[in-house]
């Protein structure tokens, strides 16, 4: 299974693939979106390069309308020194599909799908910087919480959110 739903097939996420090129080559941000996140061919020629990364298309209604990264333990270790976490990384929604509650809905179904592709996960991190009120809404929203960690990044303070997965056992 590659590909997850949750809403009646609205929304949905899969592993980046070359069908869904040409529409993230137009994605639509502004200038603030894309300092925070990045644009998602960026990402994916990271991607290409590091196969701890793994590519993440959010499909609205079958459609491309946001992206993310999966990133494995030496996006993590900077952060937390939990070898079973993924960072969760360059989150974004394409600007004309912004304001349908789509970037929440992917981040619910996310559990299932690191529960599929990636058992072993047992936490989700990801670091948010301390300007993009927006985005920390989002993510508290749906289950992360601040421990109160901070670092540095490129554009200022970064807050540390994680959330906990349901513990799996190792078959």
């Given at each position: 299974?590659?590909?997850?739903?949750?809403?009646?097939?609205?929304?949905?996420?899969?592993?980046?693939?070359?069908?869904?090129?040409?529409?993230?080559?137009?994605?639509?941000?502004?200038?603030?979106?894309?300092?925070?996140?990045?644009?998602?061919?960026?990402?994916?020629?990271?991607?290409?390069?590091?196969?701890?990364?793994?590519?993440?298309?959010?499909?609205?209604?079958?459609?491309?309308?946001?992206?993310?990264?999966?990133?494995?333990?030496?996006?993590?270790?900077?952060?937390?020194?939990?070898?079973?976490?993924?960072?969760?990384?360059?989150?974004?929604?394409?600007?004309?599909?912004?304001?349908?509650?789509?970037?929440?809905?992917?981040?619910?179904?996310?559990?299932?799908?690191?529960?599929?592709?990636?058992?072993?996960?047992?936490?989700?991190?990801?670091?948010?910087?301390?300007k993009n009120t927006i985005a920390q809404h989002v993510y508290e929203k749906v289950g992360y919480i601040?421990?109160?960690?901070r670092v540095m990044g490129k554009y200022g303070e970064l807050f540390l959110l994680s959330k906990r997965?349901?513990e799996r056992s190792d078959s």
């Amino acid at each position: 299974m590659d590909q997850l739903k949750e809403n009646e097939g609205r929304v949905a996420l899969a592993f980046y693939n070359q069908q869904y090129k040409e529409e993230l080559r137009h994605y639509h941000l502004t200038d603030e979106q894309v300092m925070y996140s990045g644009m998602p061919m960026d990402s994916i020629i990271a991607c290409e390069h590091d196969s701890e990364r793994h590519p993440i298309v959010i499909l609205y209604h079958h459609k491309p309308a946001g992206f993310f990264v999966l990133h494995g333990w030496n996006g993590v270790k900077p952060y937390s020194q939990n070898r079973r976490a993924l960072l969760l990384r360059a989150f974004s929604v394409n600007a004309d599909f912004q304001g349908k509650g789509i970037a929440s809905k992917a981040l619910c179904v996310l559990d299932a799908f690191i529960n599929v592709h990636f058992p072993a996960t047992t936490e989700v991190i990801l670091a948010v910087n301390h300007k993009n009120t927006i985005a920390q809404h989002v993510y508290e929203k749906v289950g992360y919480i601040d421990y109160g960690t901070r670092v540095m990044g490129k554009y200022g303070e970064l807050f540390l959110l994680s959330k906990r997965l349901d513990e799996r056992s190792d078959s």
